[in-house]
């Protein structure tokens, strides 16, 4: 028995597209042009760590990763942009942004964040990736 997770990464994708700085959200690598302010939702891994009654309980892990042009001016800007979108996103994420009904909770001591620096298409862009981890309810609709 597995779930599947379509109705929560649209729920997390729809919700990351409000936010402010966001252009636009891709579940899964981008398909068109990347752009600053492009955020995508990528499946990263799973696994069951033990079993509720008669059924698996699994962790699903995404990550969150965002793009900002890295020659934009001033230059820290780019910076501290990043890092007020990471404080929002985990603010929502542990408070009360609801993730779908087939979410049991966020994992909050396995969330990880790293910045970095990219290329596409001749343009060097700042990241930040968010590694997100959250337990399925077990009682939720499952698929054989």
Known sequence: MATMQQTVWENMASKLQTMGGVSVVTIGEPMKAVQSGMVMLIPMTGRIPETVLNAPREV????????????REPGEKVEFD??????????????????GGTIAY???VETTWEFGTVQYEKTRYRYLDISLSYYVDPTATFVA
Request: zero cysteines; a negative charge.
């Open 82 to 99: 990043l890092d007020e979108w990471r404080a929002e996103i985990l603010e929502d994420i542990w408070g009360d942004f609801d993730l």
């Open 60 to 71: 699903h892990v995404v990550s969150l990763v965002r793009l900002e042009n890295e020659m």
């Open 106 to 108: 966020p994992l909050p």
